[in-house]
């Protein structure tokens, strides 16, 4: 390690808790991989042990030696070699404090962590650090007070999702905005290892020391003993939390003197915070981090701040899904929409509670129940999504999320209606790039004029900044699904296609007559002839019988509309939604959900669903990429003159000719002319979709503007 210079950098005591950057959040993923990689020798370097040792390093970078370490030869050996190697060998100081004895404790290293000499630890870890290591990424994560936490992520429970630290503030942010600080109550009911809570401490902390010029020692311990409460079923993680507000308390304040411990708590139940709105169960279910047990059951906070966890009731255990459905039967769906309801109901009257939430959330049919009913109770005061991307240990186009501020309503009906006038709501997007709370692509819209957009239309998703006029077509016009001679179905489900479906190219000649085509989607527009076979001796028999002894029906899903000519759209659109003539003479699957018409010309409606204006408002109804086909059946449709008809009728059929010459033939023309010149066939039917439908300038830039618009133009050719 002689190759790395020494830190001369020091914590200083006003130092800013600063959460990690994506490139030292890297290095320290890099590094905590590193350190448990597997061995199969009795030193092997677990998980546990590698958030230990972040954990010393952190002590390290602030000289700390707390009581608990001194008594460890491994703990002080480690700690004195971070100090030395790293942060100029400065005297350690020690804290003797029952507050370090408390909260520090459960990271000290044993010999059941590490049965080797203290010397042999130290060798292992130098070997794991590599040589060209940047200090400025060592010296971040020493300073980083949740640091741990963030190790602790790449080990835990896929459910184990932390937040980012400029959402973090944003957050802490929000539900602090217009509140009184003195009277500031703060909760997060699936604290983790506090990456919600250390930032809107310290939030509080800047709040309150602005406000009152309190001395510090005061200031945290009416933060611990008064404003901040911690809820979570995870005893690691809670360690951890405990851990990050040692540090927190001693970077604000030098001097080690005795402070309460905070208010961190221990879930016995499975289903840990949720108990607390439910009358039978037990409201001191609950260990104190001071092993103390108290009665959360009727207490109100002012604020909340949640990233609560995610799990689907299909996948949870019969115990907890069997709770959520008896308990929480308007958001049992899954846990973290049980963790709103809970958090809805614990937020005092005029409180706030800023929380991120999945963003199909905004506009799934399966919570617009839920959805008006958190509005009879609380006003929204912002909405904004976060997209892909903002989670980088959960990347990838499925990881969608937003952020929900709401307001507990309170006061008179006259106080309501008074200030409702007044109220505004800020919708608009966070992006993952920029997650800093003064730089979002945002913009405040009047409450009224935002609940007016969304009771128009269909499903009420949380749809603000749609333009009026877009919103009134769901109210103004026919639902595609009502349309005489439109049928939107869902394709079969064969319970097995790796049993029924096979490529062509694997049909041998005497299995090609018991094979038919099998369209299975796949997210190309215009058109695509499909390489996939099903199965059909004797009319699918065999699928029948199949499905049958799994519990399914006999009756295949769509069959009437087997081999007819019709419509497709890729189930899942990861770069938006594209449709397509479906493949000739086909079945179709359920990843190939089909739209089959006998009133309105397919190819007009094949146009139509390739809009800018039928994907725009199809982002509206389901911003997610698993389009349904239950969105697709509430597209506002307004049927069209026969002029207008034929003119896009025309068109499409000659996108089509381009798309299909192409796909018969590459190398018969260059792609980039036939990109361009689908592009302009494309301008021109989102021209006519628009006058057709009366949009004007303006909206129709919003339109072509929008992210699954802009998406849906990408990849015309794969």
Known sequence: MANVPKLLSKISEEAPNEGLSELNLAFLRKLAKKLSAS???????????????????????????????????????LIEHFSESYFSGNKSREDGSSFADSLTSPL???????????????KRIS?????????????????????????????????????????????AAEVFEGQPVIEASLLDPACGAGHLLIPAAEHWLSLANLDRQTDKKELLTVLFSQVITGLDIDSKLLQLCGFAFYLLARDKHSELCELPPPRLFLGKSAVGSLTLAVDECNGKDWAGIDESAVDLKNTTYNQIVMNPPYLSTRIMGDTTADFLRQHYPDSAGDLYTAFIELAAKLLASGGKLSMIVQQSFLSVQRYRAFRLKLLEQCHISSCLTLGSGTFSARPGEKVNSAILTLEKKGGS????????????????RMEANHLDSND???????????????????????????????????????????????????????????????????????????????DKGGGQKWYHQTN????????????????????????????????????TYSYIGTTGFKARLLSENSIFDIASSAIFSEAIDHHYLL????????????????????????????????????????????????????????QENPLSIEAAEIIAAERSLQEEIDTIICELYQIDRATEVIIKDNEWVVGSRKKLIK
């Open 39 to 77: 061995s199969k020798n009795s030193t092997d370097i677990g998980r546990v042990l590698t958030v230990k040792i972040i954990g010393h390093l952190n002590l390290a970078a602030r000289n700390l030696v707390p009581e608990p370490f001194s008594r460890s030869e491994l703990s002080l050996a």
């Open 108 to 122: 000290v290293i044993t010999t059941s962590d590490w049965p080797g000499t203290a010397k042999e630890l130290i």
């Open 127 to 171: 070997q794991s650090i590599e040589k060209k290591g940047k200090p400025q990424n060592i010296e971040a994560v020493a300073q980083c007070t949740l640091s741990t936490g963030w190790a602790q992520e790449l080990f835990g429970e896929s459910t184990q999702v932390f937040t980012p630290a400029g959402i973090a503030k944003h957050l």
């Open 413 to 428: 009906t006259g106080e309501v209606t008074a200030a409702k006038e007044r109220r505004m709501i800020r919708v608009g």
């Open 440 to 518: 979002l692509n945002s913009n405040l819209i009047a409450e009224e004029t935002a609940l007016a957009t969304m009771n128009a239309i269909s499903g009420n998703p949380f749809a603000f900044d749609c333009p009026p006029g877009l919103a009134n077509c769901f109210k103004s016009l026919p639902a595609l699904s009502e349309i005489d001679g439109v049928a939107i179905v869902n394709g079969l489900f064969t319970c097995n296609n790796k049993m029924f479906v096979k490529l062509e190219s694997e049909l041998d000649a005497s299995e090609k007559q018991l094979y038919v085509p099998y």
């Open 532 to 567: 996939y076979r099903l199965h059909w001796q004797d009319k699918g028999e065999s699928i029948r019988q199949y499905r049958k002894e799994r519990g399914q029906s006999r009756a295949l899903p769509g069959e009437e509309f087997y081999f007819k000519p019709g419509l």
């Open 607 to 662: 146009g139509f669903l390739n809009s800018s204006l039928a994907i725009y408002l199809l982002g509206v109804l389901n911003p997610t990429i698993n389009f349904q086909i239950g969105d697709l059946r509430r597209l506002p449709f307004c049927p069209p003159s026969a002029d207008a008809a034929s003119q896009v009728a025309t068109l499409v059929k000659a996108a089509i000719t381009l798309v299909r010459n192409y």
